[in-house]
């Protein structure tokens, strides 16, 4: 168990490592692509050439990709100190850079905007469990009765309502028509009401899209399991049908589920950009888009990495989970 | 979406109708593919989609002419429909009447019914190819990684995992603001379609991959590949005359299902600002407009959202209702 995390944390930053050098690549090739220079970014384009010059030099513009890269790396671990056009700054690990237009650190504006979404996540994502799981539960139970029939018909519009029209359909009838909630988000620890009050829609909307979802796919899972013979058995030795179903058919039903909601999650921390863009949270995917749009390398990749390691991470905890969930998985 | 299953009796009885009333045809083989013909005809949900999905192929085949019967020029502007003092379409209901059948857009008072019809084929085109793309690269891959396995399987394995890592609508969004305008011979939006083509389909192929790569690793222990194999046959020939043929039906289920998902990312990328420009319409750009307007104008917002809603649930029960007739273990 334990060579076995070991293995697959190694793999991890393997594959994180790949992900930076391609992010890297992808936009160290655009400004090649549309002839414009990083360092014009960052200085405007009115600057003098020797303003440039110097914050090229600065930020290390003009070396080549792979030394780029290393001093990315390396400051991620490390901090970095950058020196040229006759000033010198000290950014401390870890080191992400300096943002391209507001010259902020990156790190600290990512922390600043990590507990945003990672609300959004969190409480959608309780939501959308409890209530998906559940009404695929019921739903493969009662086969076929009215009860299952509304509940897939919800579930399969659901699917197939993009989360900006639901988000934007609610906000028009309890934001605006009906004042039940606010607009605004609050961090949590300044006001856990305003914070609530602020996510809720967003929660609502978000965990509605994903229950959708979770809701077939628990149906398609539990009508599949209950087909099985040990579920037989389990009736045949007389369990009483609640055993059945919430010990022995649940548990199988899990893990399918359960590798799913790591994509999902691990997906969400690094922004649920649609999300984030129509109740206008501060949150990393909004920084994202912003940032793609003002070609705002260091930023996109700040992101890009915190988005790939949770997906990355995220997976890896299911596949531990598996063990806990099945004791027939033995990991090695 | 499981009605076939319920309906083996009327299997049985649609055979045995077929072997008394016609004595000559008595003996008639029926292909896999004939028998989910029939099951699929028998789902009434599934026909009703498909007949949605049609028409709505036709709408974006002849969008000029239904326009000119219709409508208006997509791109004209009638400022005498809107309210000069608030900027908000006269009448109710966003200003529909005989004339403007879904109102007019706020503002500049463009036919919202000539621009969600054309808008259907920018969705529908961009949708199709990229499913299109995503298949053809998938199958190639997945059933090379399935057949040959070893070190081809482990690395084409990790690119795969590599990719689905990818924080993808951040570098879809990346990817596409930074096309030139004019690219491969095309100009204007016709470049942004190719390359939303190109990047959906590009970012859709390992869910394709990994299927098609499961299926072929327990197709090739087969036996009819291994009699294949001792005749003589050459890899290529096993690979797309042996394993393909056989692949067909849970690619057809995929390709079916991935179209709904990729209208629903082309109209999230148009929502953020990285879809066909202006003033090409598609239905993600008209509500991503609509978010400033919704207060005051709500039929502008609901509009391009039906028209997705509607065209996504058309291919999702559809694309279900094929799932289900494909699926072996389904009552005959």
């Given at each position: 168990?334990?060579?076995?995390?070991?293995?697959r944390?190694?793999?991890?930053i393997?594959?994180?490592?790949?992900?930076?050098?391609?992010?890297?690549?992808?936009f160290?090739?655009?400004?090649?692509?549309t002839?414009?220079?990083?360092?014009?970014l960052?200085?405007?384009?009115?600057?003098?050439?020797?303003?440039?010059?110097?914050?090229?030099?600065k930020?290390?513009?003009?070396?080549p990709i792979?030394?780029?890269?290393?001093?990315?790396?390396?400051?991620?671990?490390?901090?970095?100190?950058?020196?040229?056009?006759?000033?010198?700054?000290?950014?401390?690990?870890p080191c992400?850079?300096?943002?391209?237009?507001?010259e902020?650190?990156?790190?600290?504006?990512?922390?600043?905007r990590?507990?945003?979404?990672l609300?959004?996540?969190g409480?959608?994502?309780?939501?959308?469990?409890?209530?998906?799981?559940?009404?695929?539960?019921?739903?493969?139970?009662?086969r076929?009765?009215l009860?299952?029939?509304?509940a897939m018909?919800?579930?399969?519009?659901?699917?197939?309502?993009?989360?900006?029209?639901t988000?934007l359909?609610?906000?028009a009838?309890?934001?605006?028509w009906?004042n039940?909630?606010?607009?605004?988000?609050?961090d949590?620890a300044?006001?856990?009401?305003?914070?609530?009050?602020?996510l809720?829609?967003p929660?609502v909307?978000?965990?509605?899209?994903?229950?959708?979802?979770y809701a077939r796919?628990?149906?398609a899972?539990?009508?599949?399991?209950?087909?099985?013979d040990?579920i037989?058995?389990?009736?045949?030795?007389?369990?009483?049908?609640?055993?059945?179903?919430g010990?022995?058919?649940?548990?199988?039903?899990?893990?399918?589920?359960?590798?799913?909601?790591?994509?999902?999650?691990?997906?969400l921390?690094?922004g649920a950009?649609?999300?984030e863009?129509?109740f206008?949270?501060?949150?990393?995917?909004?920084a994202?888009?912003?940032?793609?749009?003002?070609?705002d390398?260091?930023?996109?990749?700040g992101v890009?990495?915190?988005?790939?390691?949770?997906?990355?991470?995220?997976?890896l905890?299911?596949?531990?989970?598996?063990?806990?969930?099945?004791?027939?998985?033995?990991?090695? | 979406?499981t009605?076939?299953l319920?309906?083996?009796?009327a299997?049985?009885?649609?055979?045995?109708?077929?072997?008394?009333?016609?004595?000559a045809?008595?003996i008639?083989?029926r292909?896999?593919?004939r028998?989910?013909?029939?099951?699929?005809?028998r789902?009434k949900?599934?026909l009703?989609?498909?007949v949605?999905?049609?028409l709505l192929?036709?709408v974006?085949?002849?969008a000029p002419?239904?326009?000119?019967?219709?409508?208006?020029?997509?791109?004209?502007?009638?400022e005498?429909?809107?309210?000069?003092l608030?900027g908000?379409?006269k009448?109710?209901?966003?200003?529909m009447?005989?004339?403007?059948?879904?109102?007019v857009?706020?503002?500049?008072g463009?036919?919202?019914?000539?621009?969600?019809?054309?808008g259907a084929?920018?969705?529908l085109?961009v949708?199709?190819l990229?499913a299109?793309?995503?298949?053809?690269?998938g199958?190639?891959?997945g059933?090379?990684?399935?057949?040959?396995?070893?070190w081809?399987?482990a690395?084409?394995?990790?690119?795969?995992?590599?990719?689905?890592?990818?924080?993808?609508?951040?570098?879809?969004?990346?990817?596409?603001?930074?096309?030139?305008?004019?690219?491969?011979?095309?100009?204007?939006?016709?470049?942004?379609?190719?390359?939303?083509?190109?990047?959906?389909?590009?970012?859709?192929?390992?869910?394709?991959?990994?299927?098609?790569?499961?299926q072929?690793l327990?197709?090739?222990?087969?036996e009819?590949?291994?009699a294949?194999?001792?005749?003589?046959?050459?890899?290529?020939?096993?690979?797309f005359?042996e394993?393909?043929?056989?692949?067909?039906a849970?690619?057809?289920?995929?390709?079916t299902?991935?179209?709904?998902?990729?209208?629903?990312?082309?109209?999230?990328?148009?929502?953020?600002?990285?879809g066909?420009?202006?003033?090409?319409?598609?239905?993600?750009?008209m509500?991503s407009?609509a978010v400033?307007?919704?207060?005051?104008?709500?039929?502008?917002?609901?509009i391009?959202?039906?028209?997705?809603?509607?065209?996504?649930l058309?291919?999702?029960?559809?694309?279900?209702?094929?799932?289900?007739?494909?699926?072996?273990?389904?009552?005959?």
């Open positions: 168990m334990f060579a076995y995390i070991v293995r944390l190694f793999a991890v393997v594959m994180l490592l790949v992900v930076t050098l391609v992010t890297f690549g992808i160290f090739a655009i400004p090649k692509f002839g414009t220079d990083p360092a014009t960052y200085v405007g384009k009115q600057a003098d050439p020797a303003t440039i010059e110097g914050i090229r030099q930020l290390g513009l003009g070396d792979l030394v780029q890269f290393w001093d990315f790396v390396h400051g991620i671990f490390a901090g970095r100190d950058y020196t040229g056009g006759g000033t010198s700054d000290h950014c401390p690990a992400f850079g300096y943002s391209f237009r507001t902020q650190a990156i790190w600290p504006e990512l922390m600043d990590l507990p945003v979404t609300s959004l996540a409480g959608a994502c309780v939501l959308w469990v409890l209530g998906g799981v559940a009404t695929g539960v019921v739903s493969a139970l009662k076929g009765s009860l299952d029939r509304t018909t919800a579930a399969l519009s659901g699917v197939s309502l993009p989360i900006y029209f988000g359909v609610s906000l009838i309890f934001h605006y009906l039940w909630t606010d607009g605004e988000y609050v949590f300044d006001d856990p009401g305003g914070w609530f009050g602020g809720i829609l929660w909307t978000l965990a509605f899209l994903y229950a959708a979802m796919l628990t149906r899972t539990m009508l599949e399991i209950l087909g099985e040990y037989r058995t389990a009736r045949a030795k007389g369990l009483r049908e609640p055993v059945v179903i010990k022995h058919a649940m548990r199988s039903t899990m893990t399918p589920i359960l590798t799913i909601l790591g994509m999902d999650l691990g997906a921390v690094g950009i649609l999300t863009s129509t206008n949270l501060p949150g990393l995917g909004a994202a888009v912003k940032a793609i749009g003002d070609r390398l260091p930023l996109i990749l890009t990495l915190i988005t790939s390691a949770a997906v990355i991470i995220a997976n905890v299911v596949d531990l989970l598996y063990a806990v969930i099945d004791p027939r998985v033995r990991l090695s | 979406m009605a076939p319920h309906d083996t009796g299997a049985e009885t649609a055979a045995v109708d077929v072997a008394a009333g016609v004595p045809k008595a008639e083989g292909s896999p593919w028998i989910a013909w029939i099951r699929l005809k789902d949900v599934a009703a989609g498909g949605v999905v049609l192929i036709l974006a085949i002849f002419l239904i326009v000119s019967l219709l409508g208006h020029p997509p791109n004209d502007y009638h005498d429909q809107i309210d000069a608030f908000t379409p009448g109710s209901w966003g200003g009447n005989s004339d403007f059948l879904f109102g857009e706020p503002v500049n463009r036919d919202v019914f000539s621009r969600v019809v054309y084929r920018v969705s085109l949708a199709f990229s299109v793309v995503a298949v053809l690269i199958t190639v891959v059933i090379v990684a399935g057949y040959f396995g070893g081809v399987d690395v084409i394995s990790r690119i795969m995992d590599l990719l689905l890592a990818f924080p993808q609508l951040l570098f879809i969004i990346a990817l596409v603001s930074v096309v030139p305008n004019s690219l491969w011979g095309l100009s204007g939006s016709g470049v942004r379609m190719a390359v939303l083509i190109a990047v959906i389909g590009f970012f859709g192929w390992p869910y394709v991959g990994r299927i098609v790569r499961g072929t327990s197709l090739r222990e087969r009819y590949v291994e294949a194999r001792s005749l003589g046959a050459g890899r290529t020939y096993i690979l005359r394993l393909l043929p056989n692949l067909v849970p690619i057809t289920v995929y390709a299902l991935m179209i709904p998902t990729n209208v629903l990312t082309e109209a999230a990328l148009s929502f953020l600002g990285a066909v420009k202006p003033p090409t319409s598609s239905w993600g750009q509500l407009k400033t307007t919704y207060e005051s104008d709500p039929t502008f917002m609901v391009p959202g039906l028209a997705i809603f509607v065209t996504v058309a291919f999702n029960l559809f694309g279900d209702g094929v799932r289900d007739a494909l699926d072996p273990k389904g009552s005959r």
